[in-house]
């Protein structure tokens, strides 16, 4: 089974500082890992994934996330905020090239000026 | 390609009634998802297909719920009768099974059950 844990529901930035979205994943086999972003009343657009490659992954608008291992984590950072990032970010694991996507609850992101 | 096409984009109904969600793969994919998003739950897999047939419906939450893939480009999730507890944004997704492992997502829709 897979399970995905995003820790925080709710995470808030200035403008212009450090963005880092936490995920966690729980996978029996090496997982798959995707970063997805939400915009208000829009359907999810893939930010980047991992698929056993590099473990440094580069998606888009700037954002990044380093695959782990041993923490079992893959989390997303952006070095500098944007008010347009404000929006909702989902992680999500699966166990291979075509299998389905398990989600994490979550995290809104919250650009303040 | 104008990418996942779901329709209608916002339905309101009675409770008890019947509701039909539509959607429209992007060409050439030929895996196809439904999700149901809720605060509480967050994103659920209901069902997904594989070349038109239905490969893991053990999402779907009750008999109530019935999904179908008629044919390559289009499927359809009904909800026959409807509970409030069904609100809900239904997305539709599809993917290719080839070397892209991204799956698109449609804009969904917003179902208010009332």
């Known amino acids: 089974a897979q399970s995905v844990t995003q820790l925080g529901s709710h995470v808030s930035v200035s403008e212009g500082a450090l963005v880092l979205l936490r995920c966690n994943y729980s996978s029996s086999v090496p997982p798959y890992l995707f970063w997805y972003v939400q915009y208000p009343n829009q359907g999810l657009q893939l930010l980047l994934k991992?698929?056993?490659?590099?473990?440094l992954v580069k998606g888009i608008n700037g954002f990044e996330a380093e695959f782990k291992k041993s923490e079992t984590s893959f989390h997303l950072t952006k070095p500098s905020a944007h008010m347009s990032d404000a929006a909702e970010y989902f992680c999500a694991v699966s166990r291979g090239r075509y299998s389905t996507l398990t989600f994490g609850k979550g995290t809104m992101l919250l650009v303040s000026p | 390609d104008a990418g996942v096409i779901q329709s209608p984009r916002h339905e309101v109904t009675e409770m008890g009634q019947e509701v039909t969600l539509r959607c429209k793969p992007i060409?050439?994919?030929?895996?196809l998802f439904w999700y149901r998003q809720t605060m509480m739950r967050g994103l659920e897999l209901l069902i997904y297909?594989?070349?038109?047939?239905?490969?893991?419906d053990s999402g779907m939450p009750e008999d109530r719920f019935s999904a179908k893939m008629p044919n390559a480009s289009f499927s359809t999730l009904k909800i026959q009768p409807s509970e409030p507890r069904d609100s809900a944004v239904y997305f539709c997704a599809s993917q290719s099974t080839g070397s892209n492992t991204e799956a698109f997502f449609g804009q969904g829709t917003r179902l208010t059950v009332v």
């Open positions: 991992y698929t056993s490659a590099a473990t």
């Open positions: 297909f594989n070349n038109n047939v239905p490969i893991d």
């Open positions: 060409s050439g994919h030929n895996s």
